[in-house]
């Protein structure tokens, strides 16, 4: 396995009442397991540690993580088959996850988790450019907080002339949701 590679995922947990969150997050392989590393403070993260599980979801739908981002939590979900929890319904592929070690941090805490189950529903055909657009302005919108306005503005100048070329109607709502989210960061910036 890739130690190295990031995959952008949507990951799923419960909490002990089984109340369901939804969270875009990038996840590593580190040998056969999977680490999380949430930021704190995370309900994801306080999830994960009072249930022991989680479930990693991988799809095409990029709105899903513009959605997660910009306060729209309410997709669709699954049951997951051999742990507490659910799975996006639209996951193209599934990973349920129990927790086996965490190397506490003050930042971002990693959670190393033990597959215990790996399910295909359907095939990955690719991302278009505008769907990775979307992904990378996800990432930056995720990350306003530390980043240079400057850099902000670039990568998106940048980004947008794939949307412009290749999005179809999911992928300008989900950059829409974004840029919303840029705009007003920047003006209640401005206004401090």
Known sequence: ??????????????????QPQIAPMGVWWQDDHLVLAPFKPS??????QATGHAVVNFTDDVSVFAGCLTGRY??????????????????LRHIELTLVDMQDDELRPKCLCAPVLDKTHAPFNGYNRAQAAVLELAILVSRLHMLEPEKVHREIEYLTIAVDKT?????????SWLMKRVDDYFLSSAAV
């Open 43 to 48: 309900t994801t993260l306080d999830n994960l």
């Open 1 to 18: 396995m890739n130690n190295e590679m990031i995959l952008e995922t949507i990951i799923t947990t419960v909490d002990e009442n089984c």
């Open 167 to 175: 999005a179809g109607p999911r992928e300008r709502q989900a950059w």
């Open 74 to 91: 309410d997709w669709p979900l699954a049951a997951a088959e051999n742990i507490q929890g659910n799975r996006l319904h639209s996951a």
